[in-house]
């Protein structure tokens, strides 16, 4: 009998398979399980959701499907860790192979438009997974800029972009609601002829200002930007949402 799919159906039982520390707070997970079967294929850079328990409530933290294989049913989801401060930091730090927990999705990929003439992708560590999705699938002689927030030098990753693609570290050590290092390396970078594809994902104050520099002093079209955040600083998840519902344009 074949699970139930779609919008409400029982999250996955996966089991811990392996933990892969990419920087000293970056983790990847490898999950597999029998639910993993039906696991729908080419969804990197979409999101599931982890059903966990904190402070006697059961909670949902969204993550990035990093990448699965379907032939071996493994899927690799990436944690950034920053010590207690949330329920699924928490548990991944804790995490050990065996360990098994409840996962729901997956929902909907965002990446860049493909057939775009140049490309800015922009995030910080929370949106590294998601952004190293949108660089392996860009088209070889792709052009553009890659610019990523980190704590530190130590948190660089390795990302083969193409030839044509620039891209950036930002050191930033604490993220703060009225200081944008990444903005003010994006404004640095000088805009390509032709129509862009821009992909803006991290903090939510940072992400903001973002979009209204592109939209408001670039002019760049609301449908070639692509901008969310994916945490606020000082709010839990669904806190977030709440802010983040409210933001519209």
């Given at each position: 009998m074949?699970?139930?799919?779609?919008?409400?159906?029982p999250p996955r039982q996966l089991e811990v398979a392996e933990i892969i520390d990419l920087t000293p707070h970056m983790r990847r997970i490898r999950f597999s399980?029998?639910?993993l079967a039906d696991f729908p294929h080419d969804q990197e850079s979409?999101?599931?959701k982890f059903?966990?328990?904190?402070?006697g409530e059961t909670v949902r933290r969204t993550y990035t499907v990093r990448s699965f294989d379907p032939q071996r049913q493994l899927l690799d989801v990436d944690f950034v860790l920053h010590g207690d401060a949330g329920p699924a930091s928490r548990w991944a730090a804790q995490a050990k192979p065996g360990d098994r927990v409840p996962v729901g999705g997956p929902g909907p990929k965002k990446l860049v438009d493909f057939s775009a003439d140049w490309f800015l992708i922009a995030g910080d560590m929370t949106a590294l997974p998601a952004i190293s999705v949108n660089i392996e699938q860009l088209p070889a002689d792709a052009r553009g800029y890659v610019a990523i927030e980190i704590s530190d030098e130590q948190e660089k990753q390795d990302l083969p972009v193409p030839e044509g693609i620039e891209l950036h570290w930002v050191i930033n050590p604490e993220a703060r609601q009225d200081h944008f290092p990444l903005l003010e390396k994006v404004?640095?970078?000088?805009?390509?002829r032709g129509r862009p594809s821009?992909?803006?994902a991290g903090e939510f104050h940072t992400s903001r200002a973002l979009r209204h520099y592109l939209k408001l002093e670039r002019?760049?079209?609301?449908?070639?930007?692509y901008a969310s955040s994916y945490w606020h600083i000082g709010l839990?998840?669904?806190?977030?949402?709440v802010a983040k519902a409210a933001d519209k344009d």
């Amino acid at each position: 009998m074949a699970r139930p799919s779609g919008k409400g159906a029982p999250p996955r039982q996966l089991e811990v398979a392996e933990i892969i520390d990419l920087t000293p707070h970056m983790r990847r997970i490898r999950f597999s399980g029998d639910d993993l079967a039906d696991f729908p294929h080419d969804q990197e850079s979409g999101y599931v959701k982890f059903v966990l328990q904190h402070e006697g409530e059961t909670v949902r933290r969204t993550y990035t499907v990093r990448s699965f294989d379907p032939q071996r049913q493994l899927l690799d989801v990436d944690f950034v860790l920053h010590g207690d401060a949330g329920p699924a930091s928490r548990w991944a730090a804790q995490a050990k192979p065996g360990d098994r927990v409840p996962v729901g999705g997956p929902g909907p990929k965002k990446l860049v438009d493909f057939s775009a003439d140049w490309f800015l992708i922009a995030g910080d560590m929370t949106a590294l997974p998601a952004i190293s999705v949108n660089i392996e699938q860009l088209p070889a002689d792709a052009r553009g800029y890659v610019a990523i927030e980190i704590s530190d030098e130590q948190e660089k990753q390795d990302l083969p972009v193409p030839e044509g693609i620039e891209l950036h570290w930002v050191i930033n050590p604490e993220a703060r609601q009225d200081h944008f290092p990444l903005l003010e390396k994006v404004k640095q970078f000088e805009f390509l002829r032709g129509r862009p594809s821009i992909w803006v994902a991290g903090e939510f104050h940072t992400s903001r200002a973002l979009r209204h520099y592109l939209k408001l002093e670039r002019c760049v079209a609301r449908c070639d930007i692509y901008a969310s955040s994916y945490w606020h600083i000082g709010l839990s998840e669904d806190r977030h949402k709440v802010a983040k519902a409210a933001d519209k344009d």
